[in-house]
């Protein structure tokens, strides 16, 4: 899923393309950064018991599978998102017609 940002200045003029381009590659940068901090205190509160100098077979079973099933899961969600938004589209279009 792909959003697009476009920066208008004052007077309606459209912003350096490179400009453009660089917003939302941050702006991907900072939504990757804000799930992996939310996949890590999900599955930090499900899966860590006592905190020690090692983890043990049980803990790190545990993390591996929250951490795959959040990947699944918000990989569904975005897929659903997807088709939802392209109903939607397709939808409109027809009542247009």
Not at 11 to 32: C, H, M, N, V, Y
Not at 65 to 72: G, K, L, P, S
Request: hydrophobic share 35%.
């Amino acid at each position: 899923m792909t959003i697009k940002l476009t920066l208008t200045l004052d007077k309606g003029a459209t912003a350096d393309p490179q400009l453009q381009q660089f917003i939302e590659i941050e702006s991907q940068k900072q939504r990757f950064q804000q799930l992996v901090h939310q996949m890590t205190e999900v599955c930090w509160d499900k899966c860590m018991d006592k905190p020690g100098p090692k983890l043990d077979s049980r803990t790190e079973a545990c993390f591996v599978n929250c951490v795959e099933r959040f990947i699944d899961t918000s990989q569904f969600i975005l897929n659903r998102l997807e088709q939802t938004q392209k109903s939607k589209g397709t939808f409109s279009e027809t009542m247009l017609d």
